[in-house]
């Protein structure tokens, strides 16, 4: 049976005071890596935004950081060491091809280009391995 051509992947961000989390569900292939490259990206946007808005405290990514994390936001200004950080958590991250792959090299490239620390987390065995075999596990931080 040929694979349907539907969309696969479900993402979830999640903002706090140190970081934009940015949940994966489901699989990375070529017919939903544009999806994710997309999501991935304007992830990585927000950080960006959110730590030039940091210094001045204005701008909406301000305001919503000091919504749900007032007191840690304010430490955080007051000391003027907020980290630049986008996770990408795939934990519920079923299947990545090499496509998806390319898309995790592209986007930290784009990372790098914003100054965002791009981490990846809670990698399952069998895409841990594809890391490892390709060596992309020495130029990601891995959690």
Not at 57 to 86: H, L, P, W
Not at 114 to 120: A, M, P, Q, S, T
Request: aromatic share 4%; glycine share 10%.
């Amino acid at each position: 049976m040929a694979k349907e051509l539907t969309d696969e992947l479900k993402t979830e961000e999640i903002l706090n005071a140190s970081e934009i989390i940015l949940r994966l569900k489901g699989e990375i292939d070529i017919f939903t890596v544009q999806t994710f490259k997309n999501k991935l990206y304007e992830t990585i946007d927000k950080v960006a935004a959110l730590s030039q808005n940091e210094g001045s405290g204005s701008g909406q990514a301000g305001k919503q950081v000091q919504k749900q994390d007032g007191e840690q936001r304010g430490k955080c200004m007051d000391a003027g060491i907020c980290r630049r950080v986008a996770v990408v958590d795939c934990g519920d991250l079923k299947y990545i091809d090499s496509t998806g792959l390319g898309a995790f090299v592209g986007a930290l490239k784009h990372a790098r280009q914003k100054d965002v620390e791009l981490r990846i987390r809670n990698l399952k065995d069998g895409i841990r391995k594809l890391f490892d075999i390709t060596s992309l596990d020495k130029i990601f931080i891995i959690e």
